[in-house]
């Protein structure tokens, strides 16, 4: 890819939060696994790459369409053609999950609403939870019990 490849942008434009993304490649592997930084630059401009694929089939499935806005169904169907049917059916259901939440979210009056349902605690110990549940998934373990609602900080 050159470096205007991308719609009015240069590379430098193009990516990802660098700090977000060293987080999840390090949350993917064993502790005691380290990773070079020329290795997670590599990785981080692989998504943006994936990325970019993803969009442009999206695109040219929804123009064949003769529509003008790339519908999550377009998206299903680029990676379909770009020969990802396999994670069809689990961005499904990440897609579908997003929509509950952002539901959910707006009937409680926004995201960051003042009358949240959780402490912060609640909140970090349920992320972890998700964290883990993707770990697993990705390594394609099974996918951890949720933990008791007591207070972890005992545990120690």
């Not at 040219?60 to 169907?77: F, Q």
């Not at 549940?133 to 005992?154: C, T, V, W, Y």
Request: glycine residues 6%; hydrophobic residues 35%; charged residues 30%.
């Amino acid at each position: 890819m050159e470096p205007m490849d991308i719609v009015g942008k240069s590379k430098e434009d193009a990516s990802l939060p660098k700090a977000t993304m060293t987080k999840i490649i390090k949350e993917m592997l064993p502790p005691d696994v380290r990773v070079a930084r020329d290795a997670q630059d590599l990785l981080i401009e692989c998504c943006v790459e994936f990325i970019n694929l993803v969009s442009s089939e999206s695109n040219e499935v929804c123009s064949r369409e003769e529509k003008r806005t790339i519908a999550p169904e377009h998206v299903l169907k680029a990676l379909q053609v770009l020969g990802f049917g396999e994670y069809i059916e689990e961005v499904y259901t990440a897609y579908e999950q997003h929509k509950i939440e952002t539901m959910q979210d707006s009937l409680r009056g926004g995201k960051w609403s003042n009358g949240a349902e959780m402490t912060e605690e609640e909140a970090v110990a349920e992320q972890q939870r998700m964290f883990a549940e993707a770990r697993a998934r990705m390594n394609g373990g099974a996918i951890a019990p949720k933990q008791p609602e007591s207070d972890r900080s005992l545990e120690s």
